[in-house]
């Protein structure tokens, strides 16, 4: 059992930036493949950014390419998302989430663990 827990959102200004953290618990985090996604309102959940369980491999939505990041502290327990040149459409519930292997993967339904979620809003 994995238990996910987000935090770092908040408010940001367009071009900002942002870091959020994702603190797990359980252990086998390390052999844990993350992932974040994001729901805005009236929208479905959608695949941001997922990385494998050594980090060695990192995956990214062509919507944030280029201004976020994904990394993990397997000794820490967790996971970022670091989010540059923020834009008012980033504005979403961030939700942590982690598979049972070790593989990333970008479909949502992959992931067996969630987190309550993050706020992040972006004004223009």
């Known amino acids: 059992q994995v238990q996910l827990v987000e935090s770092g959102g908040g408010l940001a200004q367009t071009g900002g930036s942002l870091r959020l953290s994702c603190a797990a618990s359980?252990?086998?985090?390390?052999?844990?493949?993350m992932g974040w996604f994001r729901q805005a309102p009236g929208k479905e959940r959608e695949f941001v950014a997922a990385i494998n369980w050594s980090g060695g491999s990192t995956y990214y939505a062509d919507s944030v390419k280029g201004r976020f990041a994904i990394s993990r502290d397997n000794a820490k327990k967790t996971v970022y998302l670091q989010m540059n040149s923020l834009k008012p459409e980033d504005t979403a519930v961030y939700y942590c989430a982690a598979r049972k292997t070790t593989l990333a993967t970008q479909a949502r339904y992959e992931y067996d663990y969630w987190g309550q979620g993050t706020q992040v809003t972006v004004s223009s």
């Open positions: 359980g252990r086998t985090f390390s052999s844990n493949a």
